[in-house]
């Protein structure tokens, strides 16, 4: 009785933050940093509307909003998945290397002469994954079994060291400074649709394995030896765990450039509306996540026209504050 | 003489001083008015360092060659134009970090730096030579001339470089008269994956643009005394359709990154685009370089797009 009221309500947040998603959709392809107003879109949308208006809506709006949709999703699933698995509330998916790799290897191939506007999403991909292996290897598989501290903090090391390696590169290179800098930033506007569709594939690996790394997530979070005690293997579990965050994040991060506290603030509010139970914030997750992008994106847009604020900018500016206030306002969940 | 001294600036006139004092033999010691006070020079230096790419264009059109010069914007030695002239200059750093050592290795006997040069670098700067700043002007599409004429008197060359400004005029008032560029609209853009940096219209080479006759546009996008704009949104990029693009790139290879730009269709559907009249230049040259020299170049660049294409 209490299980099925508590899924009714469940279903009900979930039907909610849909609608809202659908709504954000619909104003990121209505408004714009362009001439190109409500009024107009909506008669592209109704299936006719001037040249110009097609085009910006159906190729500009449209493609930043379906990249906006995949960043969010892979961020706020990310964000989840690690707090869980280093039952830190305050982890990141930055923290694992993830974003300081994919921008080493973003600035090595700006060195060697490709610049910001031909490169290839695999770049920042494979950084992104060499990144993490080498905060696993820096943590050691051995550690991981029973101290997910030592994986954060190795982290965060690993990630100051290879920030400190980026910034050395880029000051042998003013060229490679300058095409990085908005690089850095995170931004969903002139990313093409072929971008998206190169790291689909890995986005899809990494939704598959979650689908079936939940369950024993979910038991993780009663206690390592409670866990084992129903089947699971814990350290298999979190290297798993590690390696989706690894794929999520990169591709995020290929297409969009890092975009800051995302995995940080959607697990939050995902588990204030849903409880601390991970096969349910999940689901929010993967419904917050591309909402808190998709709104950030628009007022991005709306904020400085005729230019547009960095998305990256924007989710710090609103990020921050929110996290500032939740770790004041009350002793830090575990997890 | 007197006609044109009285309706030229303060500064135009004391070259033009120093230049009939030179035509009268007492060329020795001169008092020159610099951003910090007056400075004193005497005769014509030979040790000469310049920390500002428009001073070592200027000392070079005046017949000096510097022996040491800082690197350009995006690079590691001196702008590409001018690398063929001073091929074994040394380097004492960036303008935004000097490397007071090397500077002082080089014994200078004079310096010539930026507008721009910090105070606290001056201080440090000019107890190593006598250091001659113009004043800054902020950006304006002439202010090399005047910063060009100050280092030409410092080196006591004044004559020279003022022959060479001189040349860049004839030379732009010239093609704008052949090249049939009146009314022909254009902007100097640098491009982004994001959307394009709009450069200012009161830049050096936005300047000689306007001096060949073109009409350059901003599109109402550069903050006064800004040298771009924001990266303009993709959506507004119809704002800098002109008849002609002028692209500037900091790598080598200007028809790679205008191959880069084609891939994003909000810049391949441009009409300018369309039309092929998107012109790649070096961005070392069109958006940090400035001087007589640099002029000449940025005017060959401007002469060949026109000439290219039968318009």
């Known amino acids: 009785m209490i299980a099925s009221a508590e899924r009714r309500r469940l279903a009900g947040q979930g039907l909610t933050l849909a609608g809202l998603l659908l709504l954000a959709c619909l104003a990121s392809l209505l408004w714009g940093a362009g001439d190109v107003g409500a009024e107009r879109a909506l008669a592209v949308l109704a299936g006719h509307g001037d040249e110009e208006a097609r085009f910006v809506v159906g190729t500009l709006r449209g493609s930043r909003t379906l990249v906006g949709l995949a960043v969010g999703m892979a961020l706020g699933v990310a964000g989840a998945l690690l707090q869980a698995v280093s039952r830190n509330p305050l982890a990141e998916p930055g923290l694992l290397g993830v974003s300081a790799g994919a921008a080493f290897a973003v600035a090595i191939a700006l060195l060697l002469g490709t610049s910001a506007a031909t490169l290839r999403v695999g770049v920042a991909q494979l950084g992104a994954l060499l990144g993490c292996l080498c905060v696993l290897g820096v943590a050691r598989f051995r550690g991981l079994g029973n101290d997910p501290v030592r994986l954060v903090l190795a982290g965060a090391a690993f990630t100051g060291l290879l920030s400190a390696l980026t910034t050395l590169l880029l000051l042998f290179d003013q060229r490679a400074a300058d095409e990085i800098r908005f690089w850095v930033v995170g931004s969903l506007s002139g990313r093409r649709l072929e971008d998206l569709l190169a790291v689909l594939p890995s986005l899809a690996v990494a939704a598959a394995i979650t689908l079936v790394i939940a369950r024993p997530l979910a038991a993780l979070a009663l206690g390592e030896r409670l866990a084992a005690g129903l089947g699971h293997h814990p350290g298999r579990v979190r290297l798993l765990v590690i390696l989706v965050v690894a794929l999520l994040v990169g591709g995020a991060t290929a297409i969009a450039g890092p975009i800051a506290f995302v995995g940080l603030v959607v697990p939050f509010a995902a588990r204030a509306l849903a409880g601390p139970d991970i096969r349910r914030s999940l689901w929010l997750c993967l419904l917050l996540g591309p909402l808190m992008v998709i709104i950030a994106d628009v007022i991005s847009r709306r904020l400085v026209a005729p230019s547009e604020l960095p998305l990256g900018v924007l989710t710090a500016l609103c990020g921050a504050p929110v996290l500032i206030a939740v770790v004041r306002r009350r002793r830090l969940p575990m997890l | ?311």
Not at chain 2, 39 to 63: C, F, I, K, M, N
Not at chain 2, 150 to 171: D, F, N, P, S
Not at chain 2, 278 to 289: E, H, R
Request: charged share 20%.
């Open chain 2, 1 to 311: 003489m007197l006609f044109s001294l009285r309706k030229t600036s303060p500064l135009m006139g004391a070259c033009l001083a120093t230049v009939l004092a030179l035509a009268t033999g007492s060329a020795q010691a001169r008092t020159l008015d610099t951003a910090h006070g007056e400075v004193e020079v005497d005769g014509q230096p030979s040790r000469v360092v310049t920390l500002y790419e428009g001073a070592l264009d200027a000392a070079l059109a005046a017949g000096v060659t510097p022996l040491a010069a800082v690197a350009t914007r995006g690079g590691q030695g001196v702008a590409g134009y001018l690398s063929d002239r001073v091929p074994d200059i040394a380097m004492v750093g960036t303008s935004r970090e000097l490397n007071l050592e090397a500077i002082a290795a080089q014994n200078p006997d004079l310096i010539l730096a930026s507008p721009y040069l910090s105070d606290e670098q001056y201080a440090l700067v000019s107890q190593l030579a006598p250091t001659v700043v113009p004043e800054s002007e902020g950006f304006t599409p002439n202010g090399w001339k005047n910063e060009a004429r100050l280092y030409g008197e410092a080196l006591g060359h004044a004559e020279e470089v003022e022959e060479a400004i001189e040349a860049v005029e004839t030379r732009a008032a010239d093609l704008a008269e052949r090249l049939d560029s009146q009314g022909t609209t254009t902007s100097l853009v640098r491009w982004m994956p994001q959307g394009p940096l709009v450069m200012s219209t009161e830049l050096f080479s936005t300047g000689l643009l306007e001096a060949t006759g073109f009409d350059v546009t901003d599109a109402d996008l550069v903050k006064e005394g800004r040298p771009h704009s924001d990266p303009l949104s993709l959506e507004n990029l119809g704002e800098v359709d002109t008849d002609l693009l002028f692209m500037a790139t900091l790598n080598e290879d200007g028809r790679e990154a205008l191959d880069a730009a084609r891939q994003s269709p909000a810049f391949s559907r441009l009409e300018v685009a369309k039309r092929d009249q998107v012109i790649p230049v070096d961005g070392q040259l069109w958006t940090s370089a400035s001087g007589p020299l640099a002029a000449q170049a940025v005017l060959d660049d401007i002469e060949t797009a026109l000439s290219s294409d039968e318009r």
